[in-house]
């Protein structure tokens, strides 16, 4: 059974930066994409970013491309998400995300195992 753990969020003024982390139990994430998923209060969840199994390709919303970067250590089982220059827009519950395939997806119905959310408060 796989288990997805995210750190790093918190309260951030706008601006500014945060680094999401995603730690992953189980010997499968080296060969599985990962993303991350965000829903803010009244809202569906949104794609935010996904990377490959390799790590050697990538995807993005356009609302966070330019701002965000994800990356992964395989040898860590470890996903991660680098914000910038965050407005008060980018508040959310942000989740780690894993799928059962090696291709990433921007689609939020592609992913099989989900972390409990960290939030994410942006704040002026």
């Known amino acids: 059974q796989v288990q997805l753990v995210e750190s790093g969020g918190g309260l951030v003024r706008t601006g500014g930066s945060l680094r999401l982390s995603c730690a992953a139990s189980?010997?499968?994430?080296?060969?599985?994409?990962m993303g991350w998923i965000r829903q803010s209060p009244g809202k569906e969840r949104e794609f935010v970013a996904a990377?490959?199994?390799?790590?050697?390709?990538?995807a993005y919303s356009d609302y966070v491309k330019g701002r965000f970067t994800i990356s992964r250590d395989n040898a860590q089982n470890t996903e991660y998400l680098q914000m910038t220059s965050l407005p008060l827009e980018d508040t959310a519950v942000y989740y780690c995300?894993?799928?059962?395939?090696?291709?990433?997806?921007?689609?939020?119905?592609?992913?099989?195992?989900w972390g409990p959310g960290t939030q994410v408060t942006v704040s002026s």
């Open positions: 189980g010997s499968t994430f080296s060969v599985l994409a």
């Open positions: 990377i490959n199994w390799s790590g050697t390709n990538t």
């Open positions: 995300a894993m799928r059962n395939h090696g291709r990433e997806t921007m689609s939020t119905s592609g992913y099989l195992y």
